[in-house]
């Protein structure tokens, strides 16, 4: 048998646990122990490995269930999660879905928040970085090409409405101090990277979750006014609140640039 088809058959076995042709294996792992003994050492320092990356990822979430319960849920994970990429970095990406789908965890909502939160928190790492607008930029466009302006979003932020305690649960945890009680709370959240490459977080009103939602669809300055007047006590003050948070994303650093607009 050729080398490629051996590789192949040593990783299924290592990844799936399908049983190798042993002739094949003696003969090319010869050693003190068995071969079936030596796959098996491979096979569990390879479920070590991911769930020690899965537990870096996910720091708090780790602290919160505990080492024993965490390695459970770790390779419950990755038995119905194995890697699709290269790099160990994305190990995990999924891992908010199957808490909310899978017993025990389904039945605690509060973990598939904190892990959306936590992975959200690991985006602004190492997303993309962007040149961000300025409010020099906003200085320089003409009044009249207001209305058709289309904004982006820095590739760190994540926006999401989450419907526990789920930040403040995180702080405890990551201070190293009793976690409050897991209680509902729906509240709107922004996370992005700040321009000094520190993660950041904040609320945000369902206001102004209106307009940001505008600009991931990509939609223009104008509809970002007509989302806001639909939210606003007095309509006619849309374009002075829509051009406020304008401001405020950019002074925050949550908008990136459309050079094709600002020539």
């Known amino acids: 048998m050729q080398l490629r088809e051996w590789q ?4 299924q076995q290592i990844l799936q646990a399908q049983q190798c042709d042993e002739v094949l294996i003696a003969n090319l792992l010869e050693g003190a122990i068995s071969a079936q003994a030596q796959l098996q050492i491979y096979s569990n320092a390879y479920v070590i490995r991911l769930v020690e990356a899965l537990r870096s990822n996910y720091p708090a ?4 269930l505990g080492d024993t319960d965490f390695d459970s849920m770790g390779r419950a994970y990755l038995r119905l999660n194995p890697p699709t990429r290269a790099s160990i970095r994305w190990f995990g990406h999924a891992l908010e879905g199957f808490l909310q789908r899978e017993k025990p965890y389904a039945g605690l909502p509060i973990l598939s928040e904190l892990a959306r939160f936590e992975w959200a928190l690991r985006h602004t790492v190492d997303a993309a970085d962007a040149e961000r607008l300025t409010v020099e930029n906003l200085q320089a466009i003409a009044p009249e090409s207001w209305g058709e302006l289309q904004f982006i979003l820095h590739p760190s932020v994540s926006v999401m409405v989450l419907h526990w305690n789920t930040p403040p649960l995180w702080q405890a945890l990551s ?3 009793q976690p409050p009680e897991p209680a509902k709370q729906t ?3 922004i996370v992005y990277r700040q321009a000094d490459l520190v993660a950041a ?3 945000v009103s369902d206001l102004e ?3 940001i939602e505008c600009i991931s669809r990509g939609e223009s300055f104008s509809n970002i006014c007509e989302a806001v007047s639909l939210l606003v006590s007095d309509s006619s003050e849309s374009a002075l609140t829509s051009a406020q948070l304008l401001r405020s994303w950019v002074e925050q650093g949550l908008i990136s640039i459309r050079h094709e607009q600002l020539a």
């Open 8 to 11: 192949d058959s040593f990783q």
């Open 61 to 64: 979430l780790h602290q919160l």
């Open 175 to 177: 201070a190293e101090q």
């Open 187 to 189: 509240m709107n959240w």
């Open 201 to 203: 977080w904040r609320s």
């Open 209 to 211: 979750l209106a307009a």
